[in-house]
């Protein structure tokens, strides 16, 4: 399990934070992630594991004016 925004997802197995966010339908260019307390930047996606346990916010940006 991990913990996105608040609620416990399940996590067969460890993968990239990037796989995971794209499996999810995340727009990664229009959200900002912070994985057990650390901003993760948008450069490290592709190499950063989720393991069961971790704790995600993510936060989606909302163009307006």
Same mark, same amino acid.
């Given at each position: 399990?991990?913990?996105?925004?608040?609620? =416990?997802?399940?996590?067969?197995?460890?993968?990239? !934070?990037?796989?995971?966010?794209?499996?999810?339908?995340?727009?990664?260019?229009?959200?900002?992630?912070?994985?057990?307390?650390? $901003? $993760?930047?948008?450069?490290?996606?592709?190499?950063? !594991? !989720?393991?069961?346990? =971790?704790? !995600?916010?993510?936060?989606?940006?909302?163009?307006?004016?």
């Amino acid at each position: 399990m991990v913990r996105i925004n608040g609620e =416990d997802k399940p996590l067969e197995e460890p993968t990239t !934070l990037l796989v995971y966010l794209e499996q999810e339908g995340y727009q990664t260019n229009r959200i900002a992630v912070e994985k057990n307390g650390e $901003i $993760i930047p948008k450069s490290c996606y592709k190499e950063t !594991l !989720l393991h069961n346990g =971790d704790v !995600l916010e993510i936060v989606s940006f909302v163009g307006g004016g």
